[in-house]
């Protein structure tokens, strides 16, 4: 869902001036930041890392020190959870780059984390791979459900079965691109990450969208709008939606605004779980692509400049200059989508307490995502 910032980028740094001779293929020297950090909003106590231990090796802290008894209930926690210090998150070596994949098309992974602060160790409840035909213009994004269960092998104590999530709280993005590349043969380099404050203030400036809401909906719609405003707040962020408007109706084609919109978006306890919750984030997508094919030039400019504070990527501005001016070359489309795993490659169960996406045939997969994104 956080895909819609990511367009923004690509779209209007056009308006900037073209640096030729930059390769998107080459590895980022200098990436940059695009980012700020808001006043830290109290959290739930997590498993620290020993700053002393060797690279990789989780800590647990003295007994009494958390309510937790171990690291796989703190990521299995539906409230918020406090992320790892940048010293003591796990070091990276390589992403595994599949070679040899068809060097027209680019590979950027979008994060969307569950941080209130846009911060590097946080689980990230969206993940798309977002592929780009740098000859073409054309765009296709491929969903990586949250709950897929992944063996981690270099994050030293504590390797063990964890959600695919969970990547980006041990190593951030590195670790992501770097799981999704061994899992999937991907060659990604770059990534782009958003919070879901970002996403909302993208939604309001776009004027919201239009979708089907059942009553379900509806009122979970109005639970979200409530706990998004009280994360707002005690992250010192006083004006995001200061109305509070609940959504008072529901049927088809109902509008919703930034905050609402965020919080359609979120919703997971309904029939269809988080299936359900990735048909609804790829409906939004299209619903403010299709917002954005309306602005002109300056209107793209503005939404860029009034939301770079919420975006951090290692892509250079000269990739993403390329990047956008075939991209809008080629207009804006309605992008094809995937999901992973596909349907009938994984065992959804319950084990050790854990319920995740377990046993996945990555090599199939991997097979399937190559064809949906070469072929």
């Known amino acids: 869902m956080f895909v819609a910032a990511f367009a923004v980028v690509l779209i209007a740094v056009v308006l900037m001036i073209l640096k030729p001779g930059h390769s998107p293929d080459q590895p980022v020297s200098n990436p940059v930041q695009m980012s700020v950090t808001p006043t830290p909003m109290p959290v739930t106590q997590a498993p620290g890392i020993d700053p002393t231990a060797t690279e990789g090796t989780v800590t647990q802290p003295p007994p009494g020190e958390s309510k937790y008894d171990s690291i796989s209930k703190v ?15 796990v070091h990276v070596n390589g992403l595994s780059i599949k070679e040899g994949l ?42 990586v459900l949250r709950d897929l269960a992944i063996e981690y092998t270099d994050i030293g104590e504590y390797n063990g079965t964890y959600r695919i999530n969970a990547a980006n709280y041990f190593g951030g993005p590195e670790l992501t691109m770097k799981t999704i590349n061994e899992k999937f043969d991907m060659n990604i380099r770059y990534y782009v990450m958003v919070n879901f404050f970002g996403f909302a203030k993208v939604a309001q400036q776009l004027g919201g969208v239009e979708v089907d809401v059942d009553e379900q909906e509806m009122n979970l719609i109005n639970e979200r709008i409530v706990e998004q405003f009280k994360f707002a ?30 919080a359609y978006a979120r919703i997971r306890k309904t029939d269809g779980g988080d ?51 075939k991209v809008v070359n080629n207009g804006i489309g309605e992008m094809k989508t995937f999901r992973l795993p596909q349907p009938n490659t994984y065992k959804e169960e319950v084990r050790n307490e854990q ?19 070469y072929e």
Not at 302 to 323: A, G, H, S
Not at 362 to 372: D, E, K, S, V, W
């Open 275 to 325: 299936y359900k919750r990735t048909t609804r984030q790829q409906i939004v997508l299209n619903k403010l692509l299709e917002k954005l094919k309306k602005l002109n030039a300056m209107a793209m400019a503005q939404l860029l400049y009034n939301n770079l504070d919420m975006v951090k990527t290692n892509l250079e501005p000269e990739t993403i200059l390329n990047i956008a001016a």
């Open 233 to 262: 707040y005690k992250a010192g962020i006083m004006d995001f939606d200061t109305e509070q408007k609940k959504l008072e109706t529901y049927g088809e084609n109902i509008h919703l605004n930034g905050n609402q919109t965020l």
């Open 102 to 143: 068809p060097e027209e098309w680019l590979n950027v992974l979008l994060l969307g984390t569950d941080e209130r602060t846009l911060s590097d160790s946080a689980r990230t409840d969206a993940i798309i791979i977002c592929s780009i035909n740098t000859n073409t213009g054309e765009v296709k994004l491929s969903s």
């Open 355 to 373: 319920g995740m996406l377990y046993d996945c045939d990555f090599a199939t997969n991997a097979t399937r995502l190559y064809n949906f994104i």
């Open 75 to 89: 990521l299995s926690d539906t409230g918020q959870i406090q992320g790892l210090a940048a010293d003591q998150m």
